[in-house]
Antibody, heavy 120, light 113 residues
């Protein structure tokens, strides 16, 4: 059974750096084809894809956010960490991590999400 | 970036009636080498993460009721709920994974009339 859970601060000040951790179980990020993605959703708005890390440590980032995002993985701890710099109130929203189905491009299991508010 | 445009933004359908949601891509999502459309559909209920309904544009995910179906190819896609049930009230999103960045449609809200 695959599960994912996001954790991190709920309130961040503008210009600060956000660090979110995705802790997962039921799969290994050292298995060929596996990936973990991050998607966010501002309140009452649509989903936005942010980034994706693969089993081989390849990474993809949204071009519009690439300069602000960093993904790392800790295979032994079954964790993926997303770092976003220079936060702004428009970054407020629910951040989801999700399991990318092996060999596909979509996400089949999602965490419950964590709400991050950017405010002074 | 590939722009995904859904229509309508919202619709109200009577219980037992058909609901049809459209998703149009600014570029083809049909990959010539494997003849697959790189599009999926999600359902999102309030306070929940998205749930995968359809992949490769038309293949129903395991456990998804057969009243949900996907169709279309290239740039035009449709999600159909053949007989709307109360539990289908949600926002539905299409997602293209043909290229990076992956992009979602803006969502279609389905309600009961």
């Amino acid at each position: 059974q695959i599960t994912l859970k996001e954790s991190g601060p709920t309130l961040v000040k503008p210009t600060q750096t956000l660090t979110l951790t995705c802790t997962f179980s039921g799969f290994s990020l050292s298995t060929s084809g596996v990936g973990v993605g991050w998607i966010r959703q501002p309140p009452e708005k649509a989903l936005e894809w942010l980034a994706l890390i693969f089993w081989n440590d390849n990474k993809l980032y949204s071009p519009s956010l690439k300069s602000r995002l960093t993904l790392t993985k800790d295979t032994s701890r079954n964790q993926v960490v997303l770092t976003m710099t220079n936060l702004d109130p428009v970054d407020t929203g629910t951040y989801y991590c999700a399991h990318r189905r092996d060999g596909s491009g979509w996400y089949d299991y999602w965490g419950q999400g964590t709400l991050v508010t950017v405010s002074s | 970036d590939i722009v995904m445009t859904q229509s309508p933004d919202s619709l109200a359908v009577s219980l037992g009636e058909r609901a049809t949601i459209n998703c149009k891509s600014s570029r083809t999502l049909l990959y010539s080498s494997d003849n697959k459309n790189y599009l999926v559909w999600y359902q999102q209920k309030p306070g929940q993460p998205p749930k995968l309904l359809i992949y490769w544009a038309s293949i129903r995910e395991s456990g998804v009721p057969d009243r949900f179906s996907g169709s279309g190819s290239g740039t035009d896609f449709t999600l159909t709920i053949s007989s709307l049930q109360a539990e289908d009230v949600a926002i539905y999103y299409c997602l293209q994974f043909y290229t990076t960045p992956q992009t979602f449609g803006q969502g279609t809200k389905v309600e009961i009339k």
